[in-house]
């Protein structure tokens, strides 16, 4: 399977839209865009966040146009179901995972702060 595909896969597995996952990456949607058809290979920096998003190890991009890499900052092995969450919890759920693996733990507080509240 060809990068973009994964990149596909991956992201319907999720259940989130091209949109969603370039504001994750922080980048416009024709990039993101470019990266699923393969016009533009998808830098390291931004494998690595979509190893976290979709809590998939960094080789699981590994395919024939690209060489293998050592392990991305993945959660442990248990996978929650992207596809059973509401969409604004989806994408929260990939905020999280981002925050954390980029070791910023007020921004990671303040967003838990803020689900607390939310369920009072």
Sequence with gaps: MLMKDKLISFRKEAGLTQQQVAE????????????????????????????????????????????????????????????????????FLAQIRLLKAMGKTEELQEALSKLTQEEE
Excluded: W
């Design 24 to 91: 994750l990456l922080g980048v416009d949607r024709s990039t993101y865009t470019c990266y699923e058809t393969g016009k533009v290979m998808v830098p390291i920096s931004k494998l690595q966040q979509l190893a976290v998003i979709y809590n998939e190890d960094l080789n699981a991009f590994n395919t024939s146009d690209v060489l293998h890499m050592c392990s991305g900052p993945a959660d442990p092995p248990e996978k929650a179901d992207m596809r059973s969450l509401p969409k604004d919890e989806r994408m």
